[in-house]
């Protein structure tokens, strides 16, 4: 089955700096790369996804790249700000449904002000 | 507002108790979920609904115990649960179980077991 490592757990970064949060995946057949935002005592939200026939993709100041050569993702945010203090879950998975995904163990990105 | 509704947020249950959770979607989706969080671990699937059928159980012991009436509401079952089942439940709702898409989360139902 798929395996999806996420690091690292815990980010914290100054307002205004720039986050970066990393995946890797196992299964070559995965083609769907969502991230999802939990903010405390809220529901995971959907940010920011991509598909394999991409390799980046840009959504104000979230980006999110893939590499599918070496099996790994990244969630890029610029200038921070208070409100992206939250916890971010990647997740990997086929085209088969959300039931094919499998989700990181999520990163706390604290934002220092 | 995501349009999916958990009750209660909060439970805190024996082990002998029996006890349910609801979520209800209105978003007119076709597919629904329950998932476990627990702290420091990834989301864990627990099980899914297409079009009010049950189509998968991630091995899930039979303590929980799902219902889909019909395909807006779901209902995870509980019964002699233990400590270490204490964990966020979240529900969840997607278009359809065939693509890969978004998924719509509850806020959670916050499970204590004592």
């Known amino acids: ?61 979230i980006a999110v790249t893939l590499n599918k050569t070496a099996k790994h993702f990244s969630l890029h945010i610029t200038e921070t700000q208070p ?31 | 507002e995501t349009g999916v509704t958990q009750t209660p947020r909060h439970l805190v249950m024996g082990m002998t108790n029996k006890k349910s959770l609801k979520c ?32 998968e159980n991630n091995s899930v012991p039979s303590r929980f115990s799902p219902e889909c009436p019909n395909s807006s509401h779901l209902f995870l079952h509980l019964h002699t649960l233990q400590p270490e089942d204490s964990a966020l439940y979240l529900c969840a709702s997607s278009q359809d179980r065939g693509n890969a898409g978004e998924l719509f989360f509850g806020e959670g139902s916050r499970l204590t077991v004592l």
């Open chain 2, 24 to 55: 209800e979607q209105h978003l007119g989706h076709n597919a629904m979920y329950w998932y476990k969080q627990s702290a420091k671990k990834p989301l864990e699937l627990m099980f899914v609904y297409s079009l009010e059928e049950r189509v």
């Open chain 1, 83 to 113: 409100e992206d203090s939250a916890v971010y879950f990647c997740a990997a998975g086929t085209g088969g449904g959300a039931d094919g995904l499998t989700f990181g163990k999520g990163t706390h990105l604290i934002i220092q002000p």
């Open chain 1, 1 to 61: 089955g798929e395996n999806v490592e996420q690091h690292p757990s815990t980010l914290s970064v100054q307002e205004g700096d720039s986050a970066v949060i990393k995946c890797t995946y196992s299964d070559s057949a995965s083609n769907y790369f969502p991230w999802y935002k939990q903010e405390l005592g809220k529901r995971p939200q959907l940010i920011i996804d991509i598909r394999s026939n991409v390799g980046e993709k840009k959504d104000q100041r």
